[in-house]
């Protein structure tokens, strides 16, 4: 306290009053400086509103042909004029989630060992080379899922799986090497890095004190990562997995070339299916009539709203997660 005495009467001791001129300038720059960032905060705002009232209008006669069946029926014939989007909601929801599988442990195990158990000299290549994996182009993981994944599905995994588990409908079927099962391999590896990354950040946040009071008390290693760091790092990591599953829930290019693209609904991986984002990107051109443009507009629009729903929810999750460690804080 008397520290912060002496400072203010240093303080008042050395001010001076600014110039007449400075001050004017203040009382115009200030106004001035709120006003652009008030507009460039609005202007996101704008935009976004902009973004979904054009999809609406856009789909409007899409969506006064089909109504509510619009993303309940699965028939997609743009000869006929039927259109149905419910298996690309399927795809995109299920391919995503496949990949959420696939990544997380391999995620959350490679962001613990870099924090917390990996030599000093192994971290930065390792790091590095992991963050590297999200600057490769999608066309790319595409090339690489044709030519390699593909055919090693085909021959080398789902053979076996189909004899040895057949009997479940998720591994029923012939194996193409297309389908479900190769698009959630390739967006688990294309949303890998994201979750490492800042998982890795996380934990690295995590003060030492956490780590030293539960190694005190006698914990292991693993305890101590388990009870201490985990815990107090888990609203960083929730939100973590879920930049992974927007990262997912967009991909276009990549899973197109693995997917199969067929407006179908299955319950087996090995079955081909399609994703909202792939059948935008693959048709949109061919698309010859204004009721086809329109419905195409339509999955882009439902596509936006699922992201929205999606990370609607994560955010309800991460205040439900992180509520109770504010409360006894």
């Known amino acids: 306290m008397a520290d912060s005495a002496s400072l203010a009467q240093e303080a008042r001791r050395t001010w001076t009053p600014r110039p007449a001129t400075r001050r004017r300038a203040g009382r115009v720059g200030d106004p001035l400086f709120r006003g652009l960032l008030r507009a460039a905060a609005w202007a996101v705002v704008v935009l976004a509103g902009g973004l979904m009232a054009a999809l ?7 969506i006064r042909a089909f109504g509510f069946r619009f993303v309940t029926t699965s028939t997609w014939d743009p000869v006929a004029g039927e259109f149905g ?13 496949l990949a959420l599988l696939i990544a997380v442990p391999l995620s959350l195990g490679a962001a613990i060992y870099l924090s917390e158990l990996a030599p000093a000299w192994v971290r930065p290549p390792v790091s590095f080379l992991i963050e590297m994996l999200a600057a490769v182009p999608s066309v790319v993981y595409g ?53 490492t990354s800042v998982a890795r950040e996380v934990l690295l946040a995590v003060p030492n004190a956490q780590r030293e009071a539960a190694l005190g008390l006698g914990a292991t290693g693993w305890e101590a990562i388990r009870v201490a760091v985990l815990p107090y790092g888990r609203t960083g990591l929730i939100g973590a997995i879920l930049l992974g599953l927007g990262r997912a829930l967009g991909e276009t290019m990549a899973v197109t070339m693995v997917i199969g693209n067929r407006p ?38 439902l596509l936006l709203v699922v992201t929205i729903v999606v990370n609607a929810l994560a955010r309800l999750l991460v205040w439900s997660v992180g509520a109770p460690a504010g409360a006894r804080e």
Do not use: C, K
């Open 85 to 97: 989007a419910l298996p690309f909601i399927y795809g995109t929801l299920v391919s995503s989630l």
């Open 56 to 62: 609406v209008w856009e789909s409007s006669a899409a």
């Open 264 to 301: 179908a609904i299955s319950a087996s991986l090995f079955a081909p299916g399609y994703t909202m984002a792939s059948v935008i990107a693959n048709e949109f051109t061919e698309a010859t009539s204004d009721l086809y443009v329109s419905a195409l507009v339509g999955v882009g629009l």
């Open 143 to 195: 090339l690489w899922g044709i030519f390699v994944l593909v055919p090693w599905l085909r021959d080398w995994v789902q053979p076996p799986l189909g004899r040895w588990l057949g009997v479940l409908p998720l591994f029923s079927g012939p194996g193409y090497g297309v389908g479900m099962l190769a698009a959630g391999l390739i967006l688990s590896i294309m949303v890998l890095p994201y979750i």
